[in-house]
């Protein structure tokens, strides 16, 4: 049995959820995927979101963003640190994702962080994600 990826099957809903152009998705939660959601809002990728209680771990339900004209805002995401292959780089490394308009997450010692955030800060990490 493999290990399960928790980041990869929220990329994954996201994404089908992207394609079937869905208004929200819901995701089991977890710390780390409310950071990663947090960045996402931040960066304009999704209109919100919402912590929701259930009797396990809560459901974090993601509203998805589309242009006026209904496209897409997320046109890909991409998990680049998986359990089996864990993808760490340092300061000078941090990667550019579609030449700045995308966006690498990365969980870095002082939590998880955007590219840009990284670059300012001087602090490289575990390459999570990318968005764009």
């Known amino acids: 049995m493999a290990k399960t990826d928790p980041i990869a099957d929220m990329l994954t809903r996201i994404r089908n959820a992207n394609i079937i152009k869905a208004e929200r998705v819901d995701i089991p939660a977890s710390k780390l995927k409310l950071e990663v959601t947090k960045i996402l809002k931040e960066k304009g990728f999704?209109?919100?979101y919402r912590m929701l209680k259930d009797k396990k771990q809560g459901i974090l339900r993601v509203s998805l963003r589309y242009s006026t004209d209904g496209e897409k805002?997320?046109?890909g995401l991409k998990r680049i640190s998986k359990p089996g292959r864990r993808v760490y780089v340092g300061k000078e490394e941090i990667p550019k994702v579609m030449a700045?308009?995308?966006?690498?997450i990365l969980s870095t010692s002082?939590?998880?962080l955007p590219d840009d955030v990284?670059?300012?800060d001087g602090v490289g990490g575990e390459v999570l994600c990318y968005v764009w």
């Open 100 to 104: 700045g308009i995308g966006v690498a």
């Open 73 to 75: 805002i997320i046109s």
């Open 46 to 48: 999704i209109k919100g």
């Open 118 to 120: 990284c670059r300012r």
């Open 110 to 112: 002082r939590g998880v």
